[in-house]
């Protein structure tokens, strides 16, 4: 990376701080101030800025999270930096435990306006109430992080990071590979884990427990297969090349899409395994991981930094 690269890494964190109405203004004079200043401690220094003089000047310039702070109204829920990011965590945990907790009451049988109003009684009492765990447990969290932030100002150093860089490194590509390798042994025959752990032992109860109908296989299983299957060469070139480009992150998106409307297809249609058990029980995972995808990906559309109109000419 040269000193450009990592005032441009650094605008781009600070800008993803804040609200999207702002975040092209902010980013434009962000940017523009950066380089005027680092043009300027080059100049007493008596040499080019390179990498290392950027990152040792926006450091001292202070934390991205802290920066933006400066440029917008901060909450004041444990540390003002964190305000933003505590308010969008509770928010979405609680919509999905609101929202799967629904899932599950309305798929009880209702006839009559009674029966609905009982389901909603549960919803309320058994999810919504009990689901203020979750911004308990993110304030505990919170508040453990803005301790060692002070306690070790180091640790929250600022690092830049190219624009390809591969959220988690290699090893979480790694996982990543692991994880699909897993899901297509399952979605090939899930079974073979009882033979592994019981060495073909197990109940045949157990065996239709995991035996999937004929349908399943012939539609949505392949469907799946197919896809999981071209993960494969997107996450070997990831690990191999170190880099996360855009047009892998293109693909990434395309199939990420592609694989939850199979997944939504899988939950809508018939049974998936022949005990209605295991049915609902991977239904409900499945229409789980639907929504935790899709509000991840709303959230990556709307924390992503574009140069405003006519800001790129004029830089």
Request: aromatic share 10%.
């Given at each position: ?5 990592v005032?441009?890494?650094?605008v781009?964190?600070v800008?993803?701080?804040l ?8 980013a434009?004079e962000?940017r ?6 680092l043009l300027?401690?080059a100049?007493e220094a008596?040499?080019s800025?390179?990498?290392a003089m950027a990152?040792?000047f ?10 933006a702070?400066?440029?917008?109204p ?7 930096a964190d305000g933003?990011?505590?308010l969008?965590a509770?928010v ?5 435990i ?5 899932v ?5 049988p209702?006839?009559s306006?009674?029966?609905f109003l009982?389901?909603?009684?549960q ?6 109430i009990?689901?203020?765990?979750w911004p308990?447990v993110?304030?505990v969290?919170?508040g453990?992080s803005?301790?060692l932030?002070r306690?070790?100002p ?11 860089h591969?959220?988690g490194?290699?090893?979480?590509m790694?996982m990543?590979?692991i994880g699909?390798l897993?899901?297509?042994?399952m979605?090939?025959d ?5 033979d ?6 197990a109940a ?5 427990a995991?035996?999937y ?5 012939r539609?949505q299983?392949?469907t799946?297969?197919v896809?999981l299957?071209?993960?494969i060469p997107?996450?070997?070139?990831a ?9 892998m992150q293109?693909v990434d ?20 395994f022949l005990?209605?058990?295991s049915?609902?029980m991977i239904?409900f995972?499945?229409?789980t991981?639907v929504?935790v995808?899709?509000i991840g990906?709303v959230?990556?559309y709307f924390r992503?930094?574009?140069?405003a109109?006519g800001?790129?000419t004029?830089a």
């Amino acid at each position: 990376m040269n000193a450009t690269d990592v005032i441009e890494a650094y605008v781009t964190d600070v800008a993803v701080l804040l609200p999207r109405k702002q975040r092209n203004d902010v980013a434009y004079e962000l940017r523009a101030l950066l380089n005027e200043g680092l043009l300027d401690k080059a100049e007493e220094a008596g040499c080019s800025a390179d990498a290392a003089m950027a990152t040792e000047f926006v450091r001292a310039f202070g934390r991205p999270a802290d920066v933006a702070a400066r440029y917008r109204p901060t909450l004041t829920i444990i540390d003002p930096a964190d305000g933003h990011a505590f308010l969008r965590a509770a928010v979405v945990g609680l919509l999905v435990i609101w929202g799967l907790g629904m899932v599950s009451f309305v798929r009880q049988p209702i006839a009559s306006g009674w029966d609905f109003l009982q389901a909603l009684g549960q919803w309320w009492g058994q999810t919504l109430i009990p689901s203020m765990w979750w911004p308990g447990v993110l304030v505990v969290g919170f508040g453990i992080s803005s301790w060692l932030r002070r306690r070790s100002p180091r640790l929250s150093l600022w690092t830049p990071r190219a624009g390809d860089h591969i959220p988690g490194g290699r090893v979480a590509m790694v996982m990543a590979l692991i994880g699909v390798l897993c899901g297509l042994a399952m979605l090939l025959d899930p079974r073979w884990v009882l033979d592994l752990f019981f060495s073909g032992r197990a109940a045949p109860a157990a065996y239709e427990a995991l035996t999937y109908t004929d349908a399943f296989r012939r539609h949505q299983g392949l469907t799946l297969l197919v896809l999981l299957a071209l993960n494969i060469p997107l996450f070997i070139a990831a690990i191999v090349t170190g880099r996360w480009s855009p047009p892998m992150q293109r693909v990434d998106l395309v199939l990420r899409l592609l694989t939850c409307g199979a997944m939504a297809w899988t939950v809508l249609d018939g049974p998936v395994f022949l005990a209605r058990s295991s049915d609902q029980m991977i239904k409900f995972f499945m229409a789980t991981i639907v929504v935790v995808t899709l509000i991840g990906l709303v959230i990556k559309y709307f924390r992503s930094v574009q140069p405003a109109p006519g800001q790129q000419t004029q830089a």
